[in-house]
Structures are given as structure tokens and as C-alpha cells.
């Protein structure tokens, strides 16, 4: 396992990664699990004390609904430079693609391409130097067809992701894979309503792509 004893350990996103998180921090404590949120963080918070307790990892959420990377670039000093974690995962880029599709009246929500590839590219330079190890997600559809106009969008800032991750030395997590696997036997209404925001077995599906990506699994 990659993350070593005694780190903390963020988690920085959108809609996906706050799943009703306790604010200004979200913490995983053994007093209260909800105030981590109720998603993959707390899936995530909860497998590392059950199987690494000798390590002490301490689990943080900052996830915020409807982000977009530009919300978080606008956000990071007190939510990620302040915080100082050792350890720094990122998944962001879903509103940034939605955008361009559900508000196709209102442009300007949406993050373009080479937009989203400089901001995350910036976050990231200016913050890798300070940590242990950093684990970039892809940002995902639950969507079987890899065709499907936004699908297919989703899959380009993926595939940015990527690149920035190799660049940094990154953990790199591909989301999307881990949904695909899954999709060759649910259909996505079943996963989640809207293509998006997952139940209870898409939220584990995410826990152990993360989990795989640190070699935790």
C-alpha cells in the first residue's frame, strides 16, 4: 500500500466526492462517519482503518457540489494549501463537461477543454512539490456507449488527466474504465438515475478503483 502511516489524506472534487460532507472539513471519525460525506470517500475512509489500522491514516473530504475546476482553483489555499496534506486526490471535470450540454444557453458555465487542462495542469505544479503522493481520477459517464456525444466529450478530459498525471508522477485512476466493467452488466439507470451521481454500488465502484490505484487492493 502506497500511502504511508500516519498521512493525511484529502479529497477534492465536485457533487461525486461531497456526498453531504460536514463543512468547513469533512472528517472520517469513528464518532460520526457522515460527516465524511456518504460516497466513495467514506467507502474509501472506511476499507483503509479496516484493513491498514496499524497506519493511522486520517481521511479529509472538501468536495463541493456543482464544482468545477475553476471553483476549485478559486477555493485551494484554504481547502487544500492550509489543510497540508500529505496526500492529495482530485476528481474534478464533470460540471465542467455537463455544463456544455445541460446550459447550452449559458456558455460560460462550462470549462472548455484547454481550459480545464491548464487550470488542473497550474493546481497541480504548484502543489505536488508539497506532498507525498498525488492521485488524479478521471471524471466519468455512466454510459455504456462510448459514442454518446457528451460521453465522448467526458472521455477527452479524461484522456487530459491522464497526461497531467504522467506528468507529476502521479497516481493515475481511470474512473471511466472502472464504470465500463461494471456497465458490461447493469444497465446506468441502475447505477445511477442520471448517468452521473452513483448509488451505493457505483460509489464502491470508485472506492476500489482508488483503492486498486494505491495498491490498497
Known sequence: ?????????????????????????????????????????????????????ERAIRVRNVGSSGNTVRDLASR????????????????????????QFDSPLAP????????????????????????KGLVLMTPFMIEANPDDPMRARMDEYGAAVKEISEEFEAVFVDTQAAFNALLQHHHPASIAWDRIHPGPVGHMTIARAFLRGIEAL
Open 1 to 53: 500500500m502506497r500511502i504511508q502511516a500516519n498521512s493525511n489524506l484529502l479529497f477534492i472534487g465536485d457533487s461525486i466526492t461531497d456526498c453531504g460532507r460536514v463543512r468547513p472539513v469533512g472528517e472520517a471519525n469513528p464518532w460520526n462517519w457522515g460527516e465524511v460525506g456518504s460516497g466513495y470517500v467514506r467507502d474509501v475512509a472506511a476499507i483503509l482503518g479496516a484493513a491498514y489500522p
Open 108 to 131: 460560460e458555465r462550462a470549462v472548455p477543454l484547454a481550459e480545464y487542462s491548464e487550470t488542473l495542469w497550474s493546481l497541480c505544479h504548484r502543489t505536488r512539490p508539497k506532498l
Open 76 to 99: 485551494w489555499k484554504p481547502d487544500v494549501t492550509d489543510l497540508a496534506p500529505d496526500w492529495l486526490s482530485i476528481m474534478i471535470g464533470i460540471n465542467d463537461v455537463w455544463r
